[in-house]
T-cell receptor, first 112, second 111 residues
Framework: DAGVTQSPTHLIKTRGQQVTLRCSPK?????VSWYQQALGQGPQFIFQ???????QRGNFPDRFSGHQFPNYSSELNVNALLLGDSALYLC???????????FGDGTRLSIL | GDSVTQMEGPVTLSEEAFLTINCTYT??????LFWYVQYPGEGLQLLLK?????DKGSNKGFEATYRKETTSFHLEKGSVQVSDSAVYFC??????????FGTGTRLQVFP
């Protein structure tokens, strides 16, 4: 039973570039949430996707966008990267929006 | 708004010592409460949860009781091991599965 998988594991970008992060949810899960975890901080909710629609959104600018595919996998896109976007990006999945959520190991994004 | 406050770390203990990590919350509704653990280089793992007042969540020797009167959900373990060294996050959700996390508490256990 595969858990939540994220790719890539690490990524290095420069300011102004765009990045796409990918997430495959745990088998049987249909809801995907994305979180940003800055160094030494707790994760912050970015948004959640259910039935290919953004269902909830946290306090993040429009530079952060996402998508969910019919197979429930999801992408997080960040445009016009800033130094402050350097963080661990975590994907979490759940069934029908109910707890508990299962987290992947994250993608470490570094902006130079 | 809804928020979680955790004690600052690191918490440094000797093996077999008693552990308490404090967590208090502010919520407009009736939250569910969680403790997650993050080992180095890994994502978050759910450690335990409680969904209503006076519930006690427990797992792997860790316990936490949902105290509505003090808006607290303190994590305890009677005898820690070196393998418990990690960062512990207290979190809440209110009416959705969006999680609001505290800043985390690093636990270091020495032999």
């Amino acid at each position: 039973d595969a858990g939540v998988t994220q790719s890539p594991t690490h990524l290095i970008k420069t300011r102004g570039q765009q990045v796409t992060l990918r997430c495959s949810p745990k088998s049987g899960h249909d809801t995907v949430s994305w979180y940003q975890q800055a160094l030494g901080q707790g994760p912050q909710f970015i948004f959640q996707y259910y039935e290919e629609e953004e269902r909830q959104r946290g306090n993040f600018p429009d530079r952060f966008s996402g998508h969910q595919f019919p197979n429930y996998s999801s992408e997080l896109n960040v445009n016009a990267l800033l130094l402050g976007d350097s963080a661990l990006y975590l994907c979490a999945s759940s069934l029908g929006g109910y707890q508990p959520q299962h987290f992947g190991d994250g993608t470490r994004l570094s902006i130079l | 708004g809804d928020s979680v406050t955790q004690m600052e770390g690191p918490v440094t203990l000797s093996e077999e010592a008693f552990l308490t990590i404090n967590c208090t919350y502010t919520a407009t509704g009736y939250p569910s409460l969680f403790w997650y653990v993050q080992y180095p280089g890994e994502g978050l793992q759910l450690l335990l949860k409680a969904t209503k007042a006076d519930d006690k969540g427990s797992n792997k020797g860790f316990e936490a009781t949902y105290r509505k009167e003090t808006t607290s959900f303190h994590l305890e373990k009677g005898s820690v091991q070196v393998s418990d060294s990690a960062v512990y996050f207290c979190a809440l959700s209110v009416n959705t599965d969006k999680l609001i996390f505290g800043t985390g508490t690093r636990l270091q256990v020495f032999p």
